[in-house]
């Protein structure tokens, strides 16, 4: 009977270490929650089989932008009828990204550029590793995901001045817009000073995260159009934004560049 007992014992413990390392040897590839999309280009240049070795060293470009790190395999050299899947694996300070190829063999080598976009990242900073389809190393690196800003809000001036009114006179348009910015704490301030747009306008600004800043795109929702033109200054707040070096761009409601302007905000 103690014999049995040990017997089972036994078998439990083995169960046990086989769950263990069928965890460990069977890691989670694209993760839930995030959005993998990989796309491969065509190739960039070839060479016959026999033809000797490659001259491009192939290298891995990391970037970051909103909630999206975006890893490209620069100069993969691979067989001209590559289909490159890359699958994503979550690791304990980032991510790695595993190159496999599914295509039909060819008797010439290609190269190709592999890029790889994992969105829906939280902000923090990540060390990514890139395997080509022999698993072996091509390279890795950190990238960043700065914190997001908290909200924003715009703001617009009364009419400052009518430079043109219907039936009237078109008077010289002697204010020039321009782009001024400050800080208070984590508060951003953008001013577009002197836009010239319809009176009846309401302007707001749409603000968008770049990787070296913030990018406003203002719009007009009015409903009622009016036979004047006016300058107005226009005022975005941006809150939560933490130390750092920001370029602000604001763009216009046809999209056109206005200005732009470079803010520095210290660590506290």
């Excluded at 817009?177 to 951003?188: P, Y």
Aim: contains cysteine; charged residues 20%.
């Amino acid at each position: 009977m103690r014999m049995r007992h040990y017997r089972i014992a036994a078998i439990l413990g083995l169960s046990f270490l086989l769950l263990v390392c069928s965890k460990t040897k069977n890691p989670v590839k694209n993760p839930a929650g995030l959005k993998v999309e990989f796309r491969q280009s065509d190739c960039q240049g070839y060479l016959k089989q026999g033809a000797g070795s490659s001259e491009a060293s192939d290298t891995v470009i990391l970037s970051s932008h909103g909630d999206t790190i975006s890893v490209l395999h620069q100069d993969a050299f691979y067989q001209c009828c590559a289909r490159i899947k890359v699958e994503v694996v979550k690791t304990l300070g980032g991510y790695d990204l595993f190159e496999s190829d599914t295509g039909e063999p060819c008797n010439c080598m290609c190269f190709f550029d592999i890029t790889t976009e994992i969105s829906g990242l939280p902000d923090g900073t990540y060390f990514i590793r890139v395997f080509d389809t022999d698993g072996d190393p091509v390279d890795s690196g950190t990238v960043d995901i700065p914190p997001k800003y908290g909200a924003f809000e715009s703001f617009q001036s009364e009419c400052k001045s009518h430079s043109f009114k219907a039936g009237g006179q078109a008077l010289s348009d002697t204010l020039r817009d321009s782009v001024l910015v400050w800080f208070v704490a984590d508060t951003v301030w953008v001013m577009h000073k002197n836009a010239f747009e319809n009176c009846c306008s309401i302007i707001l600004s749409q603000v968008e995260r770049t990787p070296q800043g913030f990018d406003l795109f203002e719009y007009d929702t009015a409903t009622d159009w009016c036979y004047c033109i006016c300058y107005f200054d226009f005022t975005t707040t941006i809150y939560g934004v933490p130390a750092g070096v920001y370029l602000i761009r604001v763009f216009d409601t046809v999209g056109e560049f206005v200005g732009e302007a470079e803010l520095v905000i210290p660590s506290a």
